[in-house]
């Protein structure tokens, strides 16, 4: 067994995405080879419905797949094959855009104002790029949870995990996504194949990962006595955490629990270009959507 060393740690950053939706970005728009398969990563969450109800209106995707999860309020989505629904807390929603849609997302918040979800895009291969468009839509009451015997609870998304398979599946990455929660002061292992290209997203709570012996947490610039001083803090809200190769990753949960998304996936090492939400392999790809987004010819018809 060999603990996965820590790659990078680094806070999400706040960004304006949709009509005006303010959200923290874990990663996206980098280099694609980092984190390959994975694309981009969005939290958004806020408690004042003016930062999120304007939402995402209709906008096209082509050649990748996206997973939106949902832990507080709903979201209405909408797309143009007819396919309509609404996400509500612990729902989720697997997107295979392949060869072109045009989809909307509109946050709608709770009773007391609150959103917040989590939106993953995920790269397809060069021979699904063109496949015909998908949806997954799953209910919270269907994805498993299990309890451990030290109080961890694990959510399993897409994938298989002590024992549990999540709902989603037929997703190119053959991803595996987790939602973890250590209770305070327990330290978890977890295995990862070694394949695999892996993150952690850390959202409540504080926790410490193990960088192969030694516990790693995230460099941050605080201010002490009045200067700015580099300190390593505890993993908490809103951090990223990259792993290299290995087959485990450990966490020791601060004095508050930890909870995280441990998401990892099969790198699919193929050149990517690029155009917000269109990803495909050559310019010449690229340039071909933005043509069939002229002429109308974007959608293509079901088989």
């Known amino acids: ?15 304006m995405e949709g009509a005006g939706v303010k959200l923290h970005r874990a990663f996206g728009f980098h280099d694609p080879s980092e984190l390959d398969p994975f694309l981009l990563f ?16 209709w906008h096209p995707h082509r050649g990748i797949e996206t997973i939106t999860y949902v832990l507080a309020g709903t979201v209405e989505h909408g797309d143009s094959l007819g396919n309509k629904g609404r996400l509500g807390a612990g729902d ?30 995920a790269n397809l291969p060069s021979g699904l790029k063109m496949t015909t468009p998908r949806y997954q839509d799953v209910k919270s009451a269907d994805i498993p949870e299990i309890t ?35 209770p305070p002061g327990v330290r978890k ?15 409540e709570g504080t926790g410490r990962f193990s960088d192969a012996s030694r516990p790693q ?11 700015e001083v580099n300190i390593r803090d505890m993993s908490g809200d809103r951090t990223l955490i990259r792993f290299g190769t290995g087959d485990e990753v450990t966490v020791q949960a ?21 155009h917000g939400p269109i990803v495909m392999n050559t310019k010449a790809e690229i340039m071909q959507a933005m043509t069939d ?4 010819t974007f959608i293509r018809p079901a088989h």
């Open 1 to 15: 067994m060999s603990i996965r060393p820590i790659l990078e740690s680094r806070r999400a950053m706040p960004t």
């Open 42 to 57: 969005d939290d958004f969450r806020n408690e004042r419905p003016d930062d999120y109800l304007r939402g995402f209106p």
């Open 92 to 121: 989720v929603q697997w997107m295979t855009a392949g060869s072109g849609i045009m989809h909307q997302e509109m946050p709608l918040g709770n009773a007391k104002g609150q959103m917040h979800g989590f939106q993953l895009w």
């Open 148 to 182: 451990d015997d030290d109080g961890t609870v694990v959510r399993v998304i897409v994938g298989s995990f002590w024992g549990k398979s999540g709902p989603v599946d037929g997703i190119a990455a053959d991803p595996q996504y987790l939602d973890i929660s250590v």
């Open 189 to 203: 292992t977890f295995r990862i194949d070694t394949y695999r290209r892996a993150f952690a997203y850390v959202f």
């Open 217 to 227: 947490g995230v460099l941050l610039e605080k201010e002490v006595m009045g200067e």
């Open 254 to 274: 601060g004095d508050k629990g930890i909870r995280f998304l441990l998401i990892s996936g099969a790198p699919i090492e193929e050149p990517v270009a690029w």
């Open 293 to 296: 987004l002229r002429n109308g």
